[in-house]
């Protein structure tokens, strides 16, 4: 699959087989997250693979939008690293660049996942964090549930003329 392809017709899986996702496959999505660019180089990012069952059916109870990880044979949650900034403040868009090249490598490799948000919620920081013993350098800003699609949505063309300006806020190309 070409990386446009990919773009084009991943969508948001919530629904899963129950077919293992196999280790080697997991290390390919972790490969590709760690790909992504960040600031100043900082790679902020830290990684928690989600496997246990137990774990996978509390998540919903102090992440009420995740009750697909009930159904997901996995999950990664993606935390930032604030002691390994060099731009204090981007290890959001450090780790959102990781989830995006994570959501892109599962479609590519034949899986489904969707991004759940964490940060800034202060309450689900805070259920992940108690959770997952995460101390306060360690922000969990997105759990990603991946799995084997058990649904196939088609793609959307999501572009929208209205939304692009040229040279400056509200300026249409002539």
Same mark, same amino acid.
């Given at each position: 699959m070409d990386t446009?392809? $990919?773009?084009?017709?991943?969508?948001?899986?919530?629904?899963? !087989?129950?077919?293992? &996702?196999?280790?080697? *496959? &997991?290390n390919e999505l972790l490969r590709a997250a760690m790909c992504a660019p960040s600031a100043v180089n900082a790679q902020t990012w830290v990684f928690i693979v989600?496997?246990?069952?137990? *774990? *996978?059916?509390?998540?919903p109870t102090y992440s009420p939008y995740a009750g697909m990880c009930?159904?997901? +044979?996995?999950?990664?949650? &993606?935390?930032?690293?604030? !002691?390994?900034?060099? $731009? +204090?403040?981007? @290890? &959001?868009q450090d780790c959102s660049a990781a989830?995006?090249?994570?959501? *892109?490598? $599962?479609? $590519?490799?034949?899986?489904?996942?969707? @991004? !759940?948000?964490?940060?800034?919620?202060?309450d689900r920081v805070e259920g992940f964090r108690k959770a997952f013993g995460l101390p306060e350098h360690i922000i969990p800003l997105g759990l990603v549930p991946?799995?084997?699609?058990?649904? %196939? +949505?088609? +793609? %959307?063309?999501?572009?929208t003329e209205e939304k692009v300006f040229h040279n400056r806020y509200g300026r249409k190309k002539e």
């Open positions: 446009l392809e $990919a773009i084009h017709n991943r969508r948001s899986i919530r629904k899963y !087989t129950d077919r293992l &996702v196999p280790r080697e *496959l &997991v989600i496997d246990d069952r137990k *774990l *996978l059916e509390e998540i009930r159904g997901a +044979p996995l999950a990664i949650l &993606v935390c930032g690293d604030t !002691t390994l900034e060099k $731009a +204090p403040g981007f @290890w &959001v989830i995006q090249n994570l959501l *892109l490598a $599962a479609h $590519a490799l034949g899986l489904g996942a969707v @991004w !759940t948000g964490i940060y800034p919620m202060e991946i799995g084997y699609p058990a649904q %196939q +949505p088609g +793609p %959307q063309d999501r572009y």
